[in-house]
């Protein structure tokens, strides 16, 4: 089973200066190169998610970069026990972590986007989506995501293409023709948004933090 911790950016109050200032230097590196301040938070709440979660769920105190696998997955030496998978997109920023490989995805629902469809997914999976035009874009989002959970979950990246595999949005349990032992899990946040987790089993608890909060926890 899993943990989703996410944040959402949008709430008052938070000291930002101050999750800047506790940044890895790479991550502080990173986030400079943004030209808008919701970019940068962004990418410091993911790492501060990751850290927040690592020690929450593992006990371990981590203020060092992840290594990345060999498709630029992260993960945490020492903590072999310990997987993650960050995601973000307009105002939340989500970790998923437990004790096996797990991909997480987070989409703002955008219209026009299943203009795509055709060129990135199996003719099933676009049946699925074009089944009604109205609604198409929130099926075209809701697949993405579980389509990207999976590609995370394998950390192959761009390798494996969208078109390669076949996610079955519309079944209950959502499934996969690639591995029929996986489980997904797909959450409408709000009506923004949807979430997708991969892996070897469900979500046990979805827990929304602030920034102020998870670094009271690190101090």
């Not at 938070?41 to 501060?48: M, N, P």
């Not at 993405?144 to 590609?151: A, D, R």
């Not at 948004?193 to 991969?198: A, T």
Request: aromatic share 12%.
């Amino acid at each position: 089973m899993f943990i989703v911790n996410c944040i959402n950016i949008t709430d008052e109050g938070q000291d930002w200066d101050a999750l800047y200032a506790q940044a890895s230097e790479g991550r502080r590196r990173r986030a400079d190169k943004f030209m808008f301040p919701d970019d940068r938070k962004r990418c410091l709440c993911a790492e501060l998610l990751m850290r927040y979660s690592l020690f929450t769920g593992r006990g371990i105190r981590f203020t060092g970069e992840p290594l990345l696998g060999k498709y630029g997955k992260p993960y945490i030496q020492g903590a072999e026990d310990f997987f993650f998978s960050a995601s973000h997109s307009g105002k939340w920023v989500v970790t998923a972590y437990g004790s096996s490989q797990v991909g997480a995805d987070v989409e703002v629902i955008k219209s026009g986007s299943s203009s795509i469809a055709e060129g990135c997914f199996t003719q099933s999976e676009q049946d699925y989506v074009f089944a009604d035009d109205e609604g198409a874009d929130e099926r075209f989002i809701k697949l993405w995501t579980l389509k990207e959970s999976y590609i995370k979950y394998l950390g192959t990246g761009l390798s494996t293409p969208l078109d390669s595999f076949t996610v079955y949005a519309d079944r209950d349990p959502i499934c996969t023709d690639a591995d029929d032992s996986l489980t997904f899990t797909n959450i409408r946040f709000d009506h923004e948004h949807y979430l997708s987790v991969c892996g070897a089993g469900g979500v046990s608890a979805l827990n929304t933090v602030t920034v102020n909060g998870c670094l009271e926890a690190l101090r």
